[in-house]
């Protein structure tokens, strides 16, 4: 059964990379240095641990970034929830989240969603975005669009930075 992905235009696409442009969603968020421990909080969120109980679709990508020091994980919330009806978490560990839009670089890579792998094609793709003189306006994001027993081979990765376009 397929997941909702967060929606997006591809602007521009080159062999490395394309530029898409995302509208607003929300999402719901955990910071935490264990990266186990914020994903358990977003799962048991969507699984009902939220103010009215409800199970929630799992969506993709899973995000990661580097937030005030502390790594953040969001779960994008599926396209028929905005803030007047999403159900607010029981957790206070797991905040809603506007995602805000805009233009995004990515670069899609396969294998493992190890941090090693994503440092190497973040940096492959910060490299590029300088040598077009396309500016960075945000922190690297890992995006994640498999379960874990996909096999490597067949996953789909990719990193991302905000970017300031047209």
Not at 3 to 14: F, I, L, Q
């Amino acid at each position: 059964m397929a997941n909702e992905e967060a929606k997006y235009d591809v602007v521009k696409s080159n062999e490395i990379y394309e530029i898409r442009k995302y509208s607003d969603r929300l999402a719901v968020q955990a910071l935490n240095t264990n990266e186990n421990n914020s994903f358990r909080k977003l799962f048991n969120y969507i699984s009902g641990d939220n103010e009215t109980n409800e199970e929630i679709k799992m969506t993709i990508p899973v995000t990661q970034m580097e937030n005030k020091g502390n790594m953040a994980m969001q779960f994008y919330l599926p396209s028929k929830f905005n803030k007047d009806n999403v159900p607010y978490p029981s957790s206070s560990d797991v905040k809603i989240v506007n995602i805000e839009g805009g233009y995004y670089a990515v670069i899609r890579y396969s294998g493992r969603a190890s941090n090693k792998n994503f440092i190497k094609h973040k940096e492959i793709l910060e490299n590029e975005l300088k040598k077009n003189n396309i500016s960075i306006s945000g922190s690297a994001i890992k995006a994640s669009y498999n379960s874990p027993f996909t096999l490597p081979m067949l996953k789909r990765n990719e990193a991302m930075f905000k970017v300031n376009w047209k």
